[in-house]
């Protein structure tokens, strides 16, 4: 098998019967259900891209390894065009979603080609967890399958290291070593999209400390292994709402849910880290799994929030507002953010970084300075739309009201635009940016953006223990201390 198509992804979907919880039930059959239908017909439209003449050839490739046609998000970039190849279906499946689908299937795919492409690290501590991730890199890539992933423990006593919970097993670990492989117990969030994956990748931030081992583990499964449990969070949507009112709650939905292993079972050969803090610390440093996977979300994130700077625009003009130069002013401000971030992903590109294996990588800096750029100017950009949308973004009819005849003529004459922007059109504009900015829907995207990579406040101080390891000593500042006392004794001198 090769690529798959949007019916053979829903097919797969369908075949499997994972336990996903809701609102208090069981739900069977994910696939029919209103709350997740609409996400699988969006996951599946991205697959059928695969096989459109007018993308395959840019989003797609054949593998040199096996000769089938693969995904761009599989490639391991050995030259510089390979980091534009998996560009391209970066921007197109973003631009598909407008952004607002984070974890999209190309996003772990990239996780797991970079940790194949860094297999000597598993190897470390034992070859068969090396042999392991290579083999589960070419099943997934063969298969063209849909993974989420849980790298967070609960939120529970964060002053607690894993072993000191009140609960032996309240964050995942190993209970006992069997010869089928490892028995786990305890849960991991956050999987988006769980219940409309096929599998799941197990694998945590740094930060284990002494007594963690049982904790620092990696392993992937089907995502209806047995005792495996999804709980998703509660929806903020129902999916039964109308694309007419809701354009995008309705459709763009993302679940996320808390996994609660029960005494699972995780053959060997699925196991890439086993009880090992040491390696659980050093998986990301090591890998490139926060350098690659952050090429996707960078242009997920550009396109994300250039949707919401059109959104802007588009309201402003509807309404006559972008006349005021303060509103010019903080319309200027978000394509600025969007067009700094366009160039922070370009620099990226071209500055890129080439490691011992011959494995390419996109310049680390400019990705985390969009990872440290978006937490900010994205809830900002949100907050643009609603001084810009005002009171009108709470007064929207509903597309009943326009179809009712008593009271039609109202609602075409007093929710019209400026000059030639319809009623309808204006509503159907302001409806579009509260979805992004008033509905329960949109403040997750915000919450997203803030957190999607990790604390931010965190992520900072990394950034910047980061920089100065790579600059002990500041040479342009000795130059300017340098010349200033040169100047100064010759100064001396001719006195």
Known sequence: MSIRTGEQYIDGIRNRKPEVWLGGKRIENVVDHPYFASSVKEVAKLYDMQYDPKHQDKITHICEENGKRIGNSFLNPTKPEHLQMRRQVFELWAESTFGLMGRTP??????????????????????????????????????????????????????????????????????????????????????????????????????????????????????????????????????????????????????DALLVFDDVLVPWDRVFINQNAEAGNMLYPSTGINQQPSHQSAVRGLAKISFVADVACAIADAVGVDQYLNVQNQLSELIQSAETIRALVRTAEREYEVTETGEIRPNLVPLETIRGLLPHTYPRAIQILQTIGAGGLLMSPTEADFNNPEISADMHKYYAGRSDVSSERRIRLFKLAWDLCGEAFGQRLVQYERYYSGDPVRKMGVFYNAHKRNNPTYPRVERAIDEALELADKSKTKA
């Not at 090396?130 to 849909?146: A, E, S």
């Not at 499964?221 to 949507?237: F, N, S, V």
């Open 106 to 255: 190309d996003f772990l795919n990239t996780v797991v080609t970079g940790m194949a492409a860094n297999d000597w690290f598993f190897r470390k501590h034992g070859d068969r967890y090396g042999d392991n991730i290579i083999n589960y890199y070419k099943h997934i890539r063969d298969n063209d399958l849909f993974l989420t992933h849980a790298i967070v423990n609960p939120q529970n006593d964060r002053s607690q290291s894993s072993h000191n919970q009140q609960d032996e097993f309240t964050h995942l670990g190993v209970v006992k070593e069997t010869d089928e492989g490892l028995i786990v117990r305890g849960a991991k969030m956050l999987a988006t999209l769980a219940p409309i994956t096929d599998e799941v990748i197990i694998y945590s931030y740094p930060g284990f400390r002494p007594g963690d081992d049982k904790y620092a583990i990696s392993f992937a499964l089907p995502i209806d292994t047995p005792g495996l449990k999804l709980y998703c969070r509660e929806q903020a949507q129902s999916g039964e709402r109308s694309t007419w009112d809701h354009p995008l709650a309705s459709r763009f939905e993302e679940s």
